[in-house]
């Protein structure tokens, strides 16, 4: 049927087991993609963006939903689809020209074929003279743009890419990201269609004609937005900056949601982030211009940050109460305008008592070692109890989170040869 979509994902579901039950990672995902079509998939870390991707490509099996492609249902790896991946993913022993044609190779062309082909793809790519390279004679953008024509010599009717341009510097990345666009509007490649996984806001307005935001913990589509902007597209043009503020207010709308009822405070997912990252945004947004509020796609512009670096540290400041982030806005409350004018001592009280109040496994660890009689306990005690509600990883994580957190407060110390929380004389003297 002519308007039968190229791919369809229905009511995709993926749990992963953890120490106690399951976790949720993708939550009845609908998503179609047609011919045409270069699809942009965004969410905050956790909203299962590259578990997405994987099922449509048929690397991971869906717990419960289904995936087709051309109509046909996905159960493994499927002829047409093929993905480039974030990093390089090279075999170091192999020439360019091996690395390119192995894919041909596996697939039973033969050996004067697949050599046509590879050498077509590695000057349709911008390689042409380096097929004779190993791995550690290129740049990094040179061995992406080896990854890209190693996934493109197959002929592939759709085109996966998990964040590809992410691992290069920014220069490299633009010029890979214009060069790809370049081959797609002039229809020189022979996809059909493009799924692209990115944490860059930005890179999705100038790649995508539809952009689809996932929510976190679990994943489920929380918004779809087309862009609707000719190609080359304008950075600086007042549409691209409306369409990146739209992505920004969608994808800020939970901020600071509270944590599900099924599970206990304290097993609040914590992400990585330290206080001097905090501090420095509360800095940034209490100085002038902004003076307590500001636009988070201009901030991550003026301090060269991208979403899945700025969106963790505003999301701290919300949990803390040091600021609110809402409609891709961030607002400081009169405690974080104070904590950025206040000095050292005074940052600290600021910190731990906003810590006690806001983030309950501080609380709990701080409750728990003033209940010991030598003020002492080990730090598996704690990773036990979060894994009973958190994956192993994002449990150790989380207390390493709050470690520092409650190390920066004064509120309780830690020992790394005998890996025990302590709490002192002198600590909580803040509180």
Known sequence: MPD?????VSRLTRRFPRAVGEVLVLDAIDMEVRSGEIVGILGRSGSGKSTLLRSIAGLIPP?????SFEGKPVEGPAPGIAMVFQGFALFPWLTVLGNVALGLRALGIDEDEARRRSLAAIDLIGLDGFESAYPRELSGGMQQRVGFARALVIDPTLLLMDEP???LDVLTAETLRTDFLDLWTESKLNI????????NI????????RVIVLSANPGRVQAELRIELPHPRDRLSA???QAVEDIYAQITARAGEPVRAAEPPIARHLRRVSVNAMAGLLETVAAAPHRGRADLPEVAHLLHLELDELLPVAEALHLLGLAEVARGDIVLTPPGLEYAQADTQQRKRIFCAH?????????HI?????ARPNGRAPRVRFEAELEDHLTEQYARETLDVAIEWGRYAELYEYDDVSESLVIGPEAGAQA
């Open 4 to 8: 039968e979509p190229l791919l369809r």
């Open 63 to 67: 717990s419960s939903g289904s995936v």
């Open 366 to 370: 701080r409750s728990v070692l003033q």
């Open 355 to 363: 810590a006690l109040r806001g983030v309950p496994l501080v609380a």
């Open 239 to 241: 549409p691209f900056r």
């Open 192 to 199: 059909r269609a493009v799924v692209l996984v990115t944490h």
């Open 202 to 209: 930005e890179e999705a307005v100038f790649l995508c004609d």
């Open 165 to 167: 341009f992410s691992a």
